[in-house]
């Protein structure tokens, strides 16, 4: 079975000033939890902003996981090493992937069709939109965009981009599965 997550900021301190009404000291914790019920024959597809440190301790933690791990990389993922997030994923893309799931195409990328909170990143968020308007895709898979009480999420839909944010803090901190896309 296929699974999606997305900003797990693992170890990112500053993630709980950010998002405090969602983010409570221990998130990991939930997540890493979650993680224990996928098995050998799953994938994790985690789309970006995996961690912002590695504690020691935490690869060995990481790699005990036996389910295939692949990563999409995310703004917070360039600062590690391609080399380093190798030893921790089984796959690493730099911006997106196509992925097949019940019969129809789906895109995974870290960044939204649109992103209605900021300017940073335009020429990714327009070059995501062109890559899943040319390929036909039924569905966009993101994250990037957090939580926050102004209901402010994506703007996707006013660039006609069918998406899903798999951000931690709208998936109740564990993976959602493809069974439960919207396709």
């Known amino acids: 079975m296929n699974y999606f997550i997305s900003d ?3 170890f990112h301190k500053n993630i709980l000033k950010l998002n405090p009404l969602k983010r409570k000291k221990g ?3 939930l997540i ?3 993680l224990e019920d996928l098995n ?3 994938t994790l597809y ?3 902003d995996f961690a912002w440190e590695l504690p020691e301790g935490f690869k060995e933690l ?3 996981f036996p389910f295939k791990k692949v990563l999409i990389k995310g703004n917070h993922d ?3 090493k391609d080399e380093q997030l190798r030893e921790l994923f089984d796959e690493v893309y730099p911006f997106s992937l196509s992925l097949e799931v019940k019969g129809k195409m789906v895109l995974l990328c870290h960044f ?3 992103d209605l909170r900021t300017y940073r990143f335009l020429e990714l968020q327009k070059k995501i939109t062109q890559e899943f308007k040319e390929g036909r895709f039924s569905l966009l898979l993101h994250g990037h965009v957090h939580w926050n009480p102004f209901g402010v999420f994506c703007g996707c839909h006013l660039n006609c981009v069918k998406c899903l944010n798999v951000n931690v803090e709208f998936i109740g901190f564990k993976p959602l599965s493809e069974e439960e896309l919207p396709l």
Do not use: A, C, I, Q
């Open 46 to 48: 985690l789309l970006g």
């Open 8 to 10: 797990t900021h693992f």
């Open 40 to 42: 050998s024959e799953d």
């Open 32 to 34: 890493l939890s979650s």
């Open 78 to 80: 360039w600062r590690f």
């Open 62 to 64: 990481w790699s005990s």
């Open 27 to 29: 998130f990991e914790d």
């Open 112 to 114: 939204p069709s649109l």
